[in-house]
């Protein structure tokens, strides 16, 4: 197969990029991964987004970057120094990325940096595309400066894609295997009155979509990476239990989830929800795998 560029790729060991990386090489891209650790393969050149530190010199050559790094948003309580570890990890690393991409000569012509669909915060059941304004609460702000710290990649004149993510459906690992797991048990059922909307999409259509906004040079800004159909919290807890053949009768009390995970992440990720829209990858007219949660669900379980 033709060479089709050189990637970069940071979060190469995460849920998605465990996926992206072999996806790419197998499409025929080149791929080098950003890691923290001293490079112990060709493929690996060091950064350090604590320390403020990247080896310019191994980004050299590349034609696009795909950014995924970030501490993990639903790993613990959100305590004060956890949510600095959130915001850290996101804002600084872009910035530190972006720059360096902003030095390289000649420039990368694409920078494809994550960011999420909790940028909409909570918003009911109002359909939100990329043109709904930025909402309220941590991961809002969070996502805001998140998307502000690539502006030294665009403003350098490479075209910048900020992916705002749903939730990630993989087969293993990630949102599902957590949700899945009091199905098996017995003992699912929805958050509060499960009115709250579920912007989601799979692994394998995210990892396309990635790829997709690296190679269309008409797509750039905020774009929106979740499947067509959103659904409710009730309607994805009754669509588990019909896959997983399981009951799905016992809700989950708010005052229950605040207390066992504190009040902004239960609000922010559990109880609150965003009816997102993919409007830009469907003006642009990318395909997806699944678009519609049950048929989705069979696949992945």
Not at 141 to 168: K, P
Not at 243 to 269: C, H, T
Request: aromatic fraction near 6%; include cysteine.
């Amino acid at each position: 197969m033709a060479e089709r560029g050189k990637i970069a790729v940071t979060g190469a060991t995460g849920l998605v990029g465990c996926e992206l990386v072999p996806t790419l090489r197998r499409n025929g891209f080149d791929v080098v991964r950003l890691v923290r650790h001293a490079p112990g393969a060709d493929d690996e050149v060091r950064w350090d987004p604590a320390a403020g530190t990247i080896d310019v010199e191994g980004l050299r050559g590349i034609t696009g970057a795909i950014h995924l790094a970030g501490d993990n948003v639903a790993s613990g309580r959100w305590t004060e120094a956890k949510k600095a570890r959130i915001r850290d990890s996101r804002v600084s690393g872009t910035a530190l990325l972006a720059g360096a991409l902003a030095e390289l000569s000649p420039r990368p012509r694409v920078l494809v940096s994550a960011s999420g669909v909790g940028y909409y915060g909570a918003c009911g059941d109002q359909a939100l595309d990329e043109s709904a304004p930025q909402g309220s609460g941590f991961l809002a702000s969070v996502c805001g400066e998140w998307e502000g710290a690539a502006h030294a990649a665009r403003d350098a004149g490479i075209r910048v894609v900020n992916a705002r993510i749903g939730v990630v459906l993989a087969p293993r690992g990630g949102a599902l295997a957590k949700m899945k797991m009091p199905f098996l048990l017995g003992v699912g059922g929805r958050i509060g009155d499960g009115t709250q909307y579920m912007s989601w999409i799979t692994l394998e259509d995210l990892v396309s979509a990635l790829i997709f906004a690296l190679e269309r040079d008409d797509l750039e800004g905020p774009v929106n990476f979740v499947s067509p159909t959103p659904v409710t919290n009730a309607d994805f807890t009754a669509t588990l239990g019909r896959v997983l053949k399981r009951p799905a009768l016992l809700p989950v009390p708010k005052f229950a989830l605040r207390l066992g995970v504190g009040s902004d992440m239960a609000n922010e990720m559990l109880i609150g929800g965003a009816r997102v829209i993919p409007a830009s990858l469907h003006a642009h007219g990318f395909r997806w795998e699944h678009t519609t949660l049950e048929p989705a669900l069979r696949s992945l379980l």
